[in-house]
């Protein structure tokens, strides 16, 4: 399969977010990403269902949302309604996880876990034949324009193994510091799907820096 790109509307310009939406639209981008935060989980506050509603009227890509929230499983259904296609929970979040990534499939949507830097992925051992992604957050989560983790390699390389030895359908995304320099390594590396916000919406061309990050050489 040939690697995913979702751009992080967490990086869009927020005063003209229907702009920039419109340009991932004309985009080789796969899908979109949306970051959720409660203020919480992590020290920051993001968006929620208006915007998300708001955005899955404009879009032509599947909606990747990721939930850096507690308790999410109070939320799941309103995800699902407001547009998600994939829905992304922390496992720091969920106290019952198999339950929560089970009603996630059950709501129609694809399931995912994330992984925040100092999370072991050796924790994923069991839920792996439930999902259908797991996101390695490779800054720690609640901001953008961070350094990208350099050991994040190693867990990378950890979880990839884990996904082929077990024989399972997981994609492996990456978040967090991902650019055009460091983005053939992750792929080469094991990663599907590569979230890229300030790489892309801070740059010259956001269209030709998502080409460049479909295409690598």
Not at 175 to 180: A, H, M
Request: aromatic residues 6%.
């Amino acid at each position: 399969m040939d690697h995913l790109v979702s751009p992080s509307l967490l990086a869009a310009d927020f005063t003209n977010l229907e702009k920039d939406v419109t340009i991932v639209n004309s985009s080789e981008a796969d899908w979109l990403h949306l970051d959720i935060m409660d203020g919480v989980f992590v020290p920051n506050i993001s968006f929620g269902f208006p915007v998300i509603e708001a955005v899955k009227k404009i879009t032509a890509k599947p909606l990747d949302v990721h939930l850096m929230i507690v308790d999410p499983d109070r939320y799941l259904e309103r995800f699902c309604a407001a547009g998600a296609d994939n829905l992304t929970v922390q496992y720091e979040a969920c106290t019952h996880l198999n339950r929560t990534v089970t009603e996630i499939r059950n709501l129609g949507m694809k399931a995912s876990v994330a992984l925040n830097p100092h999370t072991p992925v050796l924790l994923l051992k069991n839920i792996l034949p439930y999902l259908d992604m797991v996101l390695i957050m490779t800054v720690n989560p609640g901001f953008g324009a961070q350094s990208f983790i350099i050991e994040s390699y190693n867990k990378i390389a950890e979880l990839r193994k884990m996904i082929d030895e077990g024989g399972y359908n997981v994609l492996i995304e990456v978040d967090g510091g991902i650019d055009t320099k460091n983005a053939a390594k992750l792929i080469n590396s094991g990663v599907n799907v590569l979230v890229a916000g300030n790489s892309v919406f801070s740059s010259p061309d956001p269209v030709k820096t998502i080409h460049r990050l479909k295409n690598l050489t």
